[in-house]
């Protein structure tokens, strides 16, 4: 089996797009008005507009009801990419050293889902990514 992607549902898809893209640096696919791709080397994150969910099953899925989740980006530097965002995004916390070896910051999504951007800095932590 290979996991392959994250989607999320968009009240506002373009907000969201505009969002993961700028966090990202990628380009979004857009392969419908009302779902688009951010691809990156590791993963994709996938994004729908509410409409969408219809297809599947009506309130299956709603925008911005997850508080559980946390989307992970790990990053070169991440003390850059705070520098970059911070006053771009809603922050939760600034860079800091996490009990697990990973330097990171979180901030929200346009929609409330919780995104930590993260550098790997004990060697420990260094290990485990370097292995994946």
Same mark, same amino acid.
């Given at each position: %089996?290979?996991?392959?992607?994250?989607?999320?549902?968009?009240?506002?898809?373009?907000? %969201?797009?505009?969002?993961?893209?700028?966090?990202? @640096?990628?380009?979004?696919?857009?392969?419908?008005?009302?779902?688009?791709?951010?691809?990156?080397?590791?993963?994709?994150?996938?994004? @729908?507009?509410?409409?969408?969910?219809?297809?599947?099953?009506? @309130?299956?899925?709603?925008?911005?009801?997850?508080?559980?989740?946390?989307?992970?980006? %790990?990053?070169?530097?991440?003390?850059?990419?705070?520098?970059?965002?911070?006053?771009?995004?809603?922050?939760?916390?600034?860079?800091?050293?996490?009990?697990? @070896?990973?330097?990171?910051?979180?901030?929200?999504?346009?929609?409330?889902?919780?995104?930590?951007?993260?550098?790997?800095?004990?060697?420990?932590?260094?290990?485990?990514?370097?292995?994946?």
């Amino acid at each position: %089996m290979k996991f392959a992607s994250t989607r999320l549902i968009a009240a506002d898809i373009s907000a %969201m797009v505009a969002f993961y893209e700028t966090v990202t @640096g990628q380009t979004a696919d857009w392969l419908a008005p009302q779902f688009a791709e951010i691809v990156t080397p590791a993963a994709t994150l996938a994004i @729908g507009s509410a409409e969408t969910v219809a297809l599947f099953r009506a @309130g299956s899925a709603a925008p911005g009801a997850n508080r559980t989740a946390i989307l992970e980006f %790990m990053v070169a530097d991440v003390d850059a990419v705070f520098a970059r965002l911070k006053d771009e995004v809603e922050l939760v916390h600034e860079s800091k050293l996490l009990p697990w @070896g990973n330097r990171a910051f979180q901030c929200r999504d346009p929609e409330g889902t919780l995104v930590s951007l993260f550098t790997p800095v004990t060697e420990a932590a260094k290990a485990r990514f370097g292995s994946r």
